[in-house]
């Protein structure tokens, strides 16, 4: 009896290169990537720091000398992370480089004029992408925020591919229309977002840790108009806001100035609401004169919300959970792209390289990704861009299928 056969593993190289120039930053990260023609890289995903600018736009012919003739996905970053470390404040880029032999990978780029409406039939994606919902594909969703709507976009992907995972960031600079840049294949686009779609012998499984925690009792919005909230159970935030302070112990009140956020509740019975069931955005400030809340997201009336102050020490904690849990059971992921708030890290850790040596505790593999303007990821089977967390994209074959 022949024996079976052996399929060839997929196998991945990070790596992160610095430098006042992006050539020397490329040159750098090549050394520890290695060369093309050895390796034979299918897909070669890249962060680049937006201190680069207009630079940005020679990264596919200089990273061709790297990463050979592969699909090239990438966009610009706030930080850096990969090759074992993160790196906030020097210029520079992060490679993720794969071989997938047995993999589909498709890539598009696209333009909030061009983007299905919501309303439109499942088909319009599938005709967009030239990927069907019998592939089962994972996303990778790289977006600017100041010209694509990158959350209509991700639940237009969840609606017309249902169970697939769409992960992902904003990117990071200065988050004016025409300053991102967004790499796919060999070109650079200056507004929209850069699409991938893998199917074949590969699955993305995402996992999210929020930066923050619940403070006080959820609440409902009793008065609102788009992301101005007139009254929280009846009574002006104004108020609401002071009481909470009051209750407050001598160190949360010290944080309460400037790591106050607002959490809104994912839909279900306000009783149930716990921690990690909250989409957190930022507080925006109070009108003086009338005492409502402006806030980063739009709420309806009858929501449910609840304040958060971002705090370390949990979201420590949060993160070694979740990964624990995801990892355990599964085959093993081979890589990781890894999406970081920018007010994370350094800001809220007190030290570099945290989210990335979490996991790198647990499992020792490839890791490469940025420090984002917003990161993507799906909660309770719908894809929200959320704040202050933390995204893993975690890498693997597909079970039975090593």
């Known amino acids: ?25 490329v040159a750098e990260a090549a050394d520890q990537v290695g060369t093309a023609h050895a390796i034979g890289h299918d897909l070669a995903v890249a962060f680049v720091s937006a201190a680069y600018g207009t630079a940005v736009e020679r ?16 966009c610009n970053a706030g930080g850096l992370i990969g090759g074992g470390s993160e790196e906030e404040d020097e210029p520079g880029i992060a490679l993720l480089c794969g071989r997938l032999p047995d993999a589909v990978l498709a890539a598009v780029h696209l333009e909030q004029a061009t983007l299905p409406p919501l309303t439109a039939s499942r088909e319009s994606w599938w005709r967009l992408l030239d990927v069907g919902p019998e592939s089962e594909p994972s996303f990778l969703l790289l977006a600017d925020p100041a010209t694509i709507d990158a959350e209509a976009c ?32 060999g070109e ?11 199917s074949g012998n590969v699955v993305i499984d995402s996992v999210l840790a929020q930066g923050c925690r619940p403070i006080g009792d959820p609440l409902f919005v009793t008065a609102c108009d788009g992301n101005l909230i007139s009254e929280l159970d009846g009574q002006r ?12 112990d001598e160190a949360d009140r ?58 370390g020490e949990s979201a420590s904690g949060e993160l070694e959970q979740r990964l624990g849990a995801a990892l355990a ?32 505790r647990m499992i020792d593999i490839p890791v490469a990704g940025m420090f984002s303007a917003g990161e993507i990821a799906p ?17 693997r074959p597909r079970a039975g299928r090593l």
Do not use: K
Not at 59 to 74: A, E, I, K, S
Not at 188 to 198: D, I, K
Not at 264 to 269: D, E, I, S, T, V
């Open 1 to 25: 009896m022949p024996a079976p056969e052996r399929r060839e593993p997929m196998s991945w190289t990070s790596a992160i290169g610095l430098g006042a120039r992006l050539e020397d930053a």
């Open 59 to 74: 990264l596919p012919q200089l990273l061709r000398p790297v990463v050979g003739d592969c699909l090239l996905l990438g």
């Open 154 to 185: 991700a639940r237009g992907l969840d609606r017309a591919f249902p169970g697939s995972t769409v992960i992902g960031g904003l990117t990071a600079g200065m988050l004016a229309p025409g300053t991102a840049r967004l790499v796919t294949g």
């Open 188 to 198: 650079v686009h200056r507004t929209g977002a850069a699409l991938l779609a893998l």
């Open 237 to 248: 935030p104004r108020e609401v806001l002071t009481a909470l302070f009051s209750s407050l």
């Open 254 to 311: 010290a944080r309460f100035g400037d790591d106050l956020c607002i959490g809104l509740a994912l839909p279900g019975p306000r009783q149930a609401v716990g921690a990690g069931d909250f989409l957190v955005r930022n507080v925006l400030g109070l009108d003086p004169d009338s005492g409502a809340l402006w806030i980063g997201g739009r709420v309806t009336p009858a929501a449910i919300v609840q304040f958060h102050l971002r705090d």
């Open 329 to 360: 059971g599964q085959t093993p992921p081979a890589a990781a792209l890894l999406f970081a708030c920018a007010g994370r890290g350094r800001n809220l850790f007190g030290v570099s390289g945290h989210d990335s040596g979490t996991l790198r």
């Open 379 to 395: 909660v309770q089977g719908a894809t929200f861009v959320h704040g202050y967390s933390s995204v893993f994209g975690l890498i």
